[in-house]
T-cell receptor, first 108, second 116 residues
Framework: DAKTTQPNSMESNEEEPVHLPCNHS???????IHWYRQLPSQGPEYVIH???SNVNNRMASLAIAEDRKSSTLILHRATLRDAAVYYC?????????FGKGTRLHILP | DAGITQSPRHKVTETGTPVTLRCHQT?????MYWYRQDPGHGLRLIHY???????DKGEVSDGYSVSRSKTEDFLLTLESATSSQTSVYFC???????????????FGPGTRLTVL
């Protein structure tokens, strides 16, 4: 499986946008880019996914580089509830292989 | 929230005893997964199922077996528990669209297992 690289941790101020980066230089043409997050003491939850084009949903936006070797999850206005571990994952089949993710701290 | 329950939610057992964890879903999703989560390792896939009686190994399957006799239930068994299997276990479900099961996975609340 192609691997992803994310910073171990990031900080952001409440009510400001957050850009979470992910590098995936060995991505193949059939790999989808998925993002999940895990709030404290909970199971992971789906955030967003995309293939080539940028994607928006009610939770976040996903910006995918033109060469697909990197992507950025954008939280438009962070709240304290967004403090979590964010996982960037490449999927081409029915399995998800989680990395260690980015722990996002939100400062009030 | 997707209808996924895990039982038990907490269990303490002794080394060498058999343990079975249950995942139950009410969504009629085809795919079910078992993960374990340990500090410093994130989530790791143990086994998954792509239909009744159809299962496959994940990245850390040694010491674990699974069974799926009904769509709604996916059982994870530790035949002889060891202290290294102390972990938080998460079940997940996913439906498939055609031949590409790339839909999102929904996760259960987790089971905290301690093996003494």
């Amino acid at each position: 499986d192609a691997k992803t690289t994310q910073p171990n941790s990031m900080e952001s101020n409440e009510e400001e946008p957050v850009h979470l980066p992910c590098n995936h230089s060995t991505i193949s043409g059939t790999d989808y880019i998925h993002w999940y997050r895990q709030l404290p003491s909970q199971g992971p939850e789906y955030v967003i996914h995309g293939l080539t084009s940028n994607v928006n949903n009610r939770m976040a936006s996903l910006a995918i580089a033109e060469d697909r070797k990197s992507s950025t999850l954008i939280l438009h206005r962070a709240t304290l509830r967004d403090a979590a571990v964010y996982y960037c994952i490449l999927r081409r089949d029915d399995k998800i292989i989680f990395g260690k993710g980015t722990r996002l701290h939100i400062l009030p | 929230d997707a209808g996924i329950t895990q039982s038990p939610r907490h269990k303490v057992t002794e080394t060498g005893t058999p343990v079975t964890l249950r995942c139950h879903q009410t969504e009629n999703h085809r795919y079910m997964y078992w993960y374990r989560q340990d500090p410093g390792h994130g989530l790791r896939l143990i086994h998954y199922s792509y239909g009744v009686k159809d299962t496959d190994k994940g990245e850390v399957s040694d010491g674990y077996s699974v069974s799926r006799s009904k769509t709604e239930d996916f059982l994870l068994t530790l035949e002889s528990a060891t202290s290294s299997q102390t972990s938080v276990y998460f079940c997940a479900i996913s439906e498939s669209t055609g031949s590409t099961p790339l839909n999102e996975q929904f996760f259960g609340p987790g089971t905290r297992l301690t093996v003494l």
